[in-house]
């Protein structure tokens, strides 16, 4: 029985562990991430007072502030040309950490029109150190190379590598202009670490949207979010293990408690009082308990340096002195889900009861609490636990109804397997879950994986082979003319605008101030605490559907207001339908508008799309940007010479960037590979004991079948049949599951095509090996 | 009917300790045979033996002319189902089995085709047709034996093989119990192997042995 649970618990501690050490990591690296122990950034140009507000709140804290830029460029050498993350940097950054180079030279050693690069841009452009790039039309030298940077998370995916510049470099060849898009930082080093409340008053004093504020322990937000995205998936991985060795455990705890039953009465009989024997057996689980977790956590202790090992190929934060941090607040969770049980079966043994709905309830909301604490969703917690609850019903009743048809069959062996099956509800439905979640996982994953993965494969024949972006206004029509010479296949140029979210139904947007809020709280803080970019058209791409109201239809009843077409998971997030009136700042002109339309954009076709579209006609003045595609380039040179006519351009190479996504994929997917592996292990060691378990106790049985004269080929015939039926069962209707969910997941909520891979569905068999365990001695032959 | 001719068992733990020692017996046709012995002298054993689920070190069991000790494992199965019913000192009912389902097993394994018909009409014979689909867990002490010996007469064995089976009953249900299997032994002619440490039912059988340091010993 412990061991039972000391195998279902090690798998939620243990993985708990790895995601809680990655957040340390973070944590720990905070200031060496953002460099200080405040940075203030902006997708655009922070309006000064906004920086004055910040200044005078920090006033006597500031022991010195940097300013960075940080923009995309295209970069040229040897005939190749390439994306560049170009960065300045004015002032002391970074106050933590450092950026290392080769030869020793440091960021503030570098000259005009000279450059520290990252190992990545020598592999792009075929150069060395003292090598030439031209970049906005002026030469840039190599003076060194980064070995080792601040500000860098998981080593995931880098579209554009960094290279660092000085800003007067950056000036004087005009690559910052009205409407290129610059980010800026501000970091601070402070004389104290900037606490909570202050951090939450800070917050609500800045009115600019467009301003994000990170301090030092909240900065693994930034870097990973990305990672934390799989950590997120991989929660229901952490519900079933939980799920499963619970389902093991309180089959096996029962029937402890069932043989306890005349000890129970012994003690009766010898006069104890009840609630004494209440304190025997709810200390014995207490006890169980904690013997468990001590050896849940000795176990994690011992495999730490491997699983550190692991999680260092991933970082490139220095991590080797770390060792799995225990998560405390998760395992006193988890205890008491377990505890709730233990007192259930308890109660029910002591007070000679059945098990009613009722008496759940304790573990439910405990199960609630638990599952709220990995996902931390108000809605998910207790929808999960809601569809468990339901779907454990609907086995209950469900497999018997199944199985009694079958009791017609009246070849001896077969009924009487089917008889067990029917009439051992509570084995075979234990049984029956473990295997149902284990083939479901085994099974949704590869699902929703191969399907991602594939969408970005599929359609590479259709996808664009270039995205350009930073066109400027007066670089509209000259490009429009090259391109048309030039034969060069693009989409229609799309307009880009800055603006920010000011109100929804006249009610002003403002951004929850608290770091810890709920995960649909997060999704709505970061919609509304950003500026948006915004685009018009009053036509639809080939990425784009209308799947609410119409699409700016002028017979649309709209009082006069501005119509405005949204995509539909961003309305989602800012809590917009058709219908409702948003309020946009665009350089400082408010423009009310009336949602019309909501859309769904498939993504992954890489063609110039936006959250918030505006009909034609109404930001046409306002200073902008374009972006446009490019398709069916005949060869790479053409891209080379376009950006020799238009220096200012970025272009993303698109067939890289989804190398790049497949990359950052791979490992996301390595991660969770490793996580179900952990996963199909923990469940089939349940599945194990359990059959092992079940097997002792049919042994009273399959010794009177013996005395009946039946051999141990008919017994064996007769058991496997129990077996492999069970497995059958729980494969199709896991199978089944996992197809419908998969599909809702992908098609509906990712809106990407659904796809398979037959080879994962070999994985089904893996519980199948259970067959090994019946064997002579174990059927007591 | 049954020949057990010099035949000895033992048991390896960290050293061999024998059991029977050269234990002999015959058994005639429809007789009802009584052994007695102490706790430990290894009536059980014998049970075991004459059923076949184990073989003697050395020494032939004979069963109407069939050296079952000499047989395969698979084989003793087969002639065990067909030739001999066990009943038990602890009834071994299937939990998830009713009465009906309990005592048409055996029928079942031999693939009689009116197992219904017969079971039922065991079940009356013990007086239990009211319970017929009454699972044991349901049923007292007295009622799971009379279900036991209902499912050790259903088929037609040869032999029958009781294992004290009163031990777990009081006296009063033990009595009723013993009388019903007597009169139901007597009335389909079966031959009755009881293994008791009752004397006072040892002598209401045509034979007794006593078993004493592994030696079968007729004492009536």
Partial sequence: ?781 | MLKISNINKGFYNDIYTPILQGASLNVEAHQKVAILGKSGSGKSTLLSLISGISTPESGDIEIDQIVISKLSENERAKFRARNISIIFQDYKLIDHLNAFENVALPLRLNGVLHYEKLAIEMLSKVGLSGRVHSFPDTLSGGERQRVAIARALALNTKIILADEPNANLDIETGHEVMGLLFDLVKEFNRTLILVTHDKELASKCDVTYALVKGVLEQSN
């Avoid at chain 1, 990425?543 to 995509?567: C, H, M, P, Q, W």
């Fill in chain 1, 1 to 781: 029985m412990i061991l039972n649970l000391f195998i279902g618990v090690l798998m939620p501690v243990g993985l708990f562990s790895y995601k809680n050490t990655i957040n340390e990591i973070f944590q720990r690296g905070g200031q060496g991430i953002i460099g200080g122990d405040l940075k203030v950034s902006s997708r655009v140009r922070p309006k000064e007072e906004s920086l004055l507000v910040i200044d005078e709140y920090l006033k006597d804290e500031i022991v010195s502030k940097s300013e960075i830029k940080s923009m995309f460029s295209m970069g040229q050498a040897s005939g190749k040309v390439g994306m560049l993350n170009l960065m300045t940097v004015t002032g002391n950054y970074p106050y933590y950490g450092k950026v290392e180079t080769q030869k020793g030279i440091g960021l503030h050693d570098i000259k005009d029109f000279e450059i520290l690069v990252k190992p990545e841009v020598l592999l792009k452009f075929g150069v060395v150190a003292g090598d030439k790039i031209e970049i906005g039309g002026a030469l840039f030298t190599i003076v060194d190379i980064i070995t080792k940077d601040v500000n860098e998370g998981m080593q995931l995916a880098q579209m554009a590598p960094k290279v660092y510049v000085t800003q007067k470099a950056i000036k004087d060849i005009g690559l910052i202009s009205q409407g290129s898009t610059v980010f800026y930082s501000y970091v601070y080093r402070l004389k104290k670490e900037l606490g909570h409340d202050s951090y939450k008053s800070l917050k609500e004093q800045v009115l600019d949207s467009n301003i994000r504020l990170t301090r030092a322990s909240s900065a693994n937000d930034m870097f990973s979010r990305s990672l934390n995205i799989v950590f997120d998936f991989s929660q229901i991985i952490f519900l079933c293990g939980i799920l499963i060795s619970v389902s093991a455990f309180s089959y096996i705890y029962r029937y402890f408690l069932k043989k306890e039953s005349s000890n129970i009465l012994s003690y009766r009989i010898l006069g104890l009082e009840k609630k004494s024997i209440y304190l025997i057996y709810l200390l014995h689980g207490f006890l169980s308990l904690l013997l468990t977790f001590i050896m849940s956590y000795f176990v994690s202790y011992l495999v730490s340096p491997l699983a550190i090992s692991l999680l260092s190929k991933y970082s490139t934060v220095d991590i080797s002195g770390l060792t799995l941090s225990i998560p405390f607040g998760f395992l006193s969770i988890l205890s008491l889900f377990l505890f709730t049980i233990i007192i259930t079966f308890v109660h029910s043994t002591i007070e000679d009861k059945q098990i009613r709905l009722v008496y759940l309830v304790g573990p439910l909301i405990s199960l609630v609490l638990l599952v709220y604490y990995q996902t931390n969703s108000i809605t998910i917690a207790p929808s999960l636990v809601g569809f468990l609850l339901i779907l454990l019903l609907a086995f209950y009743y469900l497999i018997p109804l199944l199985i009694s048809p079958l009791l017609k069959i009246k070849q001896t062996f077969f009924n009487l397997a089917m008889l067990s099956l029917v009439r051992n509800k509570t084995t075979t439905i234990s049984k029956f879950y473990i295997l149902f979640i284990t083939f479901f996982v085994i099974n949704i994953v590869p699902i929703v994986f191969m399907s991602i993965s594939k969408d970005i494969e599929v359609g590479k024949g259709s996808r664009p082979d270039y995205f350009v972006f930073d066109i400027q206004e007066d670089q509209f029509e000259p490009l429009n003319q090259y391109l048309i010479d030039k034969e060069i296949q693009h989409s229609s140029v799309s307009p880009m605008i800055r603006g920010r979210l000011v109100s929804i139904n006249d009610e002003e947007v403002r951004a929850d101030a608290s770091e810890k809020s709920n995960f649909e709280e997060e999704q709505r803080n970061r919609a509304l605490n950003r500026g948006v970019n915004i685009s018009y058209d009053n036509t639809l791409n080939s990425a784009e559907r209308v799947i609410k109201g119409k699409y700016f239809s002028k017979s649309s009843n709209t009082d006069g207001i501005n119509e405005v077409s949204l995509e539909t998971r961003y309305a989602k997030r800012i809590g917009v339908e058709v219908g409702d009136k948003i309020t946009f700042e665009i350089f400082d002109i408010n423009f009310e508008t009336i949602v019309t339309s909501i859309r769904s954009v498939k993504w992954t076709s890489f063609l110039p799309n936006f959250f918030i579209v505006f009909e034609d006609g109404i930001l046409n003045d306002a200073p902008k940007t374009y972006l446009t595609t490019l398709s069916n380039v005949s060869s790479y040179s053409e891209i080379v010479k376009l950006v020799d006519h238009f220096k200012s351009l970025s272009i993303v190479d698109i067939k890289e960037m989804t190398g790049q996504a497949q990359k950052f994929l791979t490992i996301v997917e390595k991660i969770l590979i490793n996580m179900v592996i952990v996963f199909l292990i923990i469940s089939i060691l349940s599945f194990i004991t359990l059959t092992i378990f079940s097997i002792k106790i049919s042994q009273a049985d399959n010794q009177l079948l013996k005395y009946l004269g039946v051999s141990y080929e008919e017994l064996l015939k007769l058991r496997l049949f129990e077996f492999l039926f069970l497995c059958l069962i729980s494969t199709f209707l896991a199978l089944s599951l996992a197809f419908l969910l998969g599909y809702i997941i992908v098609e509906v909520f990712l809106g990407i095509s659904f796809s398979f891979s037959s080879i994962a569905l070999t994985l089904n068999l893996i519980p199948f090996v259970g067959v090994v365990f019946y064997n002579k001695k174990s059927l007591g032959y």
